[in-house]
């Protein structure tokens, strides 16, 4: 590495109060993920230092997050997991280096014009070409169905000893149709209760998936509104994580989560009800879908932090996001969405 001519004075500076200012530590608090931990190790290798390291972890950048986060810094002599995240973040930019800056000079001098390869974006490439691949030769077959209407039922024939529903030809569906009485005997009747909970929570992928079908928006939008959401206006939980579950330690604090929102009209109503009920509560934070330690990553899924949302210093667009978001969050703690299927077995032979 080399430093910027931009920043050699800042980079000198630093540097010199590490060196001069009796320090008993130094503490990365880059953003708290595989990227800020590649932005402070690379500085402090080339810097020379030779402090302990102390880590701030925070997930959302309000004062009371952040000052809890100061008061219980992470060591990396005694912390497995940051250590890893430290060797998964250098071992990314070697691994960029090696693939990406090396390959695509070698594609680029092959082939005689610009082709970047990357870690990423060739496999993501080859899965995008491949799937189009597949749509392009895809060879639609027609095939054919038989539905009986029994007046208060309608029923689709199924071939009982292999399950097959289908005819490739429609001469084969109207020969069995001729077939068929004009009666049927019910011979089995099973009745079956399916319980649907809400899904997980959202991770930024999910998010950008739900904004674009809800919204409209594209992922890029939806990224900036959330970051915007996090850090000018703090009611957002940091937005780019792979975790749709929440850990532990935040489950304990989660009714402050909710009094944050009990006022927002779309869901206050809900909220409320939440709210009078603890055994509701502790239900849904013991549930290993919503909570889980080992399903969160660098951070956890993304949620409205402690702090009331101010709606007239929000755009249009921030509102519409952070609704989404606390919508997805209220609805792990509702009741479950249950309904009765019936199925009936009809012989008509």
């Known amino acids: 590495f080399s430093v910027k001519d931009s920043c050699k004075a800042d980079f000198k500076k630093i540097k010199d109060m ?23 190790w ?16 925070a997930s959302d950048t309000t004062d009371e997050t952040l000052s809890k986060a100061l008061d219980n810094l992470l060591d990396y ?28 000079r070698a ?35 027609n095939y054919y169905e038989i539905e009986a209407d029994f007046d208060k039922y309608k029923g689709q024939w199924f071939n009982p000893k292999t399950r097959e529903t289908s005819f490739k030809t429609e001469a084969d569906a109207k020969t069995l149709v001729s077939r068929l009485g004009n009666t049927g005997k019910v011979e089995d ?37 959330a970051q915007s959401l996090y850090e000018k206006h703090k009611i957002l939980s940091y937005p780019r994580t792979e975790s749709r579950a929440l850990s532990t330690n935040l ?32 239900n849904t934070m013991s549930n290993k879908k919503y909570v889980d330690n080992k399903k969160v990553t660098d951070h956890h899924a993304i949620i409205n932090t402690k702090v009331k949302p101010n709606f007239s210093k929000l755009t249009a667009n921030e509102k519409a996001l952070y609704l989404l978001v606390i919508k997805k969050f209220v609805s792990i703690f509702l009741d479950p969405y249950v309904t009765n299927k019936t199925t009936i077995v009809t012989d008509v032979s």
Not at 42 to 57: A, E, H, I, N, Q
Not at 191 to 206: I, R
């Open 18 to 40: 590490l060196k001069t200012g009796g320090y008993d530590f130094i503490v990365n608090a880059c953003d708290a993920g595989r990227e800020g931990e590649a932005i402070f």
């Open 42 to 57: 690379t500085f402090y290798m080339d810097s020379g230092c030779k402090l302990p390291v102390k880590r701030l972890w």
């Open 77 to 104: 002599d005694t912390d497995k997991s940051l250590n890893a995240m430290k060797d998964a973040s250098l071992c990314r930019m070697y691994f960029d280096w090696l693939i990406g800056i090396n390959l695509s």
């Open 107 to 141: 594609a680029t001098l092959q082939t005689n014009k610009l082709v970047p390869v990357g870690r990423v974006q060739t496999p993501t490439l080859n899965i995008v070409v491949t799937r189009d691949l597949e749509i392009e030769n895809f060879k639609p077959q």
């Open 189 to 225: 009747v099973k009745d079956e209760k399916v319980t649907e909970y809400a899904p997980a929570l959202f991770s930024l992928a999910e998010l950008q998936k739900d904004a674009n079908r809800v919204l409209g928006f594209t992922a890029k939008e939806t990224l900036e509104v």
């Open 251 to 282: 489950a304990k604090e989660i009714v402050s989560h909710l009094e944050a929102i009990k006022d927002v009209p779309e869901v206050s109503k809900y909220v409320k009800d939440i709210l009078a009920s603890t055994t509701r509560i502790s």
